[in-house]
């Protein structure tokens, strides 16, 4: 209890995301003095698995009305409870104690958000009160790997109000000597995506992520837009930059039908476009035979394993398949999908699974099994910057955090080139894909 470590105080209140949303921020006091702090954000796309947050958005709150303030009074009263006292440095203790009082296997007692906003705000305290960088608290010594950005710049599905049917259109510069350079290529492509949509007579406005969100009619014209701002910025796409896809296709997958409906495709069509499982994988292997894509994201639907192993099987060997919905970062689901080989990599989400430790282990069984790990923002966020040092900690290799021009996304870009430079000559960056 007089451990200079142990939470002295806990203190959660309710603050905006970056949809102008409310959600929690919490404040963990230790023994010696240090105050971690600690956001939480949220999604729009939410896998059908995830933990549930109290949110008021009706949709996400099956509680309906005041959710987040229900979460912060948890966090006030019945968390704070049970948890002064306890040893800020006993990340796992903490966090399966937090689960145990919660009681459910969804966490939608006390809710993921009040449980996730402890775990990290205690974790920045610990971090804090040893004198330590958050990524070097969480990594230990050998942490040194800054991840390859994937800078999502044009945005549809849920996060946009335009045409376009895949939610995430990314660029990843794997050529980069460093993450700095990196940031910089990228950056260069995103405002010569702006310019030439600009030319073009699109509107330029952007989605929740900071991609632009112009009516383009479908992947392939986006893909050459985004072809040719590489090439007219001066780099070789398909070596100095790649392009990455998260189709979210769990929300264009209509359930009754068995089919993914092209709403967007299918303006001006006399036929809806619509595809199976098997026509969507074939459409995804013509657009890997024509653009660089080396990496796509819920490529199909949350509860289609068998599908999934089918697309692994056409497609795993070249190109990443990222399981976000499908995987919910739960070892789990994630067991699942190692069992029938239905993916090769998983989006790490801490606020899909609501606890630090139970993300870490998600990514120790990805890294055990050979599946990648990518560490992730979600689109809604808040300028708590805990990801980008999970990624540099674990050595994830990649991270997507959105586009480089809304400041909630910006802030993790900028907490990486501090770490890069705190780092030094010992940071090492490096193409995941070679
Ligand atoms: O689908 C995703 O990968 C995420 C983040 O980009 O979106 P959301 O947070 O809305 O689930
Ligand atoms: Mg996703």
């Given at each position: 209890m007089?451990?200079?470590?142990?939470?002295?105080?806990?203190?959660a209140r309710e603050i905006l995301d970056s949809r102008g949303n409310p959600t929690i921020e919490t404040q963990v006091l230790l023994a010696d003095g240090t105050i971690g702090t600690a956001s939480v954000p949220s999604g729009a796309s939410t896998g059908r698995y995830e933990a549930k947050e109290l949110?008021?958005?009706e949709k996400q709150d099956r509680y309906c009305g005041r959710g987040v303030e229900r979460a912060v009074n948890h966090v006030n009263d019945r968390i704070a409870r049970e948890?002064?006292?306890?040893?800020?440095?006993?990340?796992?203790?903490l966090d399966h104690l937090l689960i145990r009082l919660d009681g459910t296997e969804d966490k939608s007692n006390l809710g993921a958000n009040a449980i996730l906003s402890?775990?990290?705000a205690a974790a920045k305290a610990a971090a804090m009160s040893l004198n330590l960088p958050l990524y070097r608290y969480l990594g230990g010594v050998h942490t040194r790997r800054i991840p390859v950005p994937m800078m999502n710049v044009l945005n549809g599905g849920r996060h946009a109000d335009n045409i376009i049917d895949f939610q995430e259109f990314m660029i990843m510069p794997a050529g980069a000597c460093c993450f700095r350079e990196g940031l910089r290529m990228c950056t260069e492509v995103y405002h010569m995506i702006k310019a030439l949509l600009k030319g073009r007579g699109y509107h330029t406005g952007v989605g929740d992520e900071g991609g632009f969100a112009p009516d383009l009619p479908d992947t392939g014209s986006v893909c050459d837009i985004l072809m040719e701002a590489i090439?007219?910025?001066?780099?070789?796409?398909?070596k100095d930059i790649v392009l990455c896809l998260d189709a979210a296709a769990s929300e264009i997958y209509d359930r009754d039908f068995g089919k993914y409906v092209f709403v967007g495709e299918s303006k001006g069509k006399e036929k809806k476009v619509v595809r199976t499982a098997e026509e969507l994988i074939d459409y995804y292997a013509e657009l890997i035979e024509k653009y660089p894509i080396v990496s796509i994201e819920d490529g199909l639907e949350e509860e289609d394993f068998p599908g999934w192993e089918l697309m692994n099987t056409r497609l795993g060997l070249q190109t990443q398949l990222v399981g976000d919905d499908l995987f919910?970062?739960?070892?789990?689901r994630l067991q699942r999908g190692i069992d029938c080989r239905a993916a090769n990599a998983v989006l790490v989400k801490i606020n899909q699974i609501g606890t630090l430790?139970?993300?870490?282990?998600?990514?120790?069984m990805a890294r055990e099994y050979g599946y990648r790990s990518i560490v992730s923002h979600r689109s809604g966020e808040t300028a708590d910057t805990t990801i980008a040092d999970i990624a540099v900690a674990f050595g994830t290799g990649q991270i997507k955090t959105g586009a480089p021009c809304r400041s909630e996304r910006v802030e993790k870009y900028n907490r990486l080139l501090k770490i890069e430079e705190e780092l030094g000559d010992t940071a090492i960056y490096k193409n995941p894909f070679s």
């Open positions: 007089h451990h200079c470590n142990a939470i002295r105080d806990i203190y949110r008021d958005k948890v002064i006292g306890v040893n800020a440095l006993e990340q796992t203790e402890v775990s990290m090439e007219t910025a001066g780099y070789r796409a398909g919910v970062t739960s070892t789990k430790t139970e993300a870490f282990d998600t990514i120790r």
